[in-house]
Each structure stands twice: as structure tokens, then as C-alpha cells.
Nanobody, 123 residues
Framework: VHLVESGGGLAQPGESLRLSCAAS??????MAWFRQAPGKEREGVAV?????????ADSVKGRFTISKDKDNAKATLYLQMNNMKPEDTAMYYC??????????????????WGQGTQVTVST
């Protein structure tokens, strides 16, 4: 399994960014976005099940959207981030092969991780 994130960068408050994660090496799995800010624990942002169901952390509900395109053994996971806030600043990670949860500690059950992409929201 191979996960590669892209799309991070610098945004001003209120702006949008879209993250992508190119995934290969598995046929079907729950996929998710996590983030970790300096000095803080890694936290779940959004998760998408194999049937397309989604769940979000309360802090991003209504602003972020997770989606996925799948073609045989390859998939691309997206995170559309709108109305961004300075507190969204973090390293964002794509993950696969875990539970359909974004609760605290759910990251420990995900089997596969990307290398991360930095998102900074600042004036």
C-alpha cells in the first residue's frame, strides 16, 4: 500500500485548499484524513467508508468535505477545505485501513499512512 499526499500550502483565513492523496496497492478500505499541529496530538479530521459514508470532526463540519475516486486497485482521496481558519494549520496525513471513526485515538488503528503535507493558514 502506497499513499502520497499533495495540495498543501499557504492560505489566508477564509480561503480554500484541496488536498489529494494518491493511493495504490489495495482494493477497498476505509480512508481518512488526520492532522497534527505542533505540540498537539494527531487528530481525526474526516473519514470515508467503502460505501461512501462520511464522518467529520466537529471542528470542520460544514467547512471540509472528504471524497474519493476509485479505479480498480487505485484510489484518490480528497479533502476540500473551505473557509479555512488559523487553527486548521497542521501537517495533514492520509490514512487507510482503519475504523470508520474520527474519535480520539482512532489513528492508532489505521494501518497505512502517507508522508504528510503541510497546511498553513495565516495572514
Amino acid at each position: 500500500v502506497h499513499l502520497v499526499e499533495s495540495g498543501g500550502g499557504l492560505a489566508q483565513p477564509g480561503e480554500s485548499l484541496r488536498l489529494s492523496c494518491a493511493a495504490s496497492g489495495f482494493s477497498s478500505a476505509v480512508m481518512a484524513w488526520f492532522r497534527q499541529a505542533p505540540g498537539k496530538e494527531r487528530e481525526g479530521v474526516a473519514v470515508i467508508d467503502t460505501d461512501g459514508s462520511t464522518r467529520y470532526a466537529d471542528s470542520v463540519k460544514g467547512r471540509f468535505t472528504i471524497s474519493k475516486d476509485k479505479d480498480n486497485a487505485k484510489a484518490t482521496l480528497y479533502l476540500q477545505m473551505n473557509n479555512m481558519k488559523p487553527e486548521d494549520t497542521a501537517m495533514y496525513y492520509c490514512a487507510a485501513g482503519g475504523p470508520f471513526e474520527v474519535v480520539r485515538g482512532s489513528d492508532k488503528f489505521f494501518q497505512h499512512w502517507g508522508q504528510g503535507t503541510q497546511v498553513t493558514v495565516s495572514t
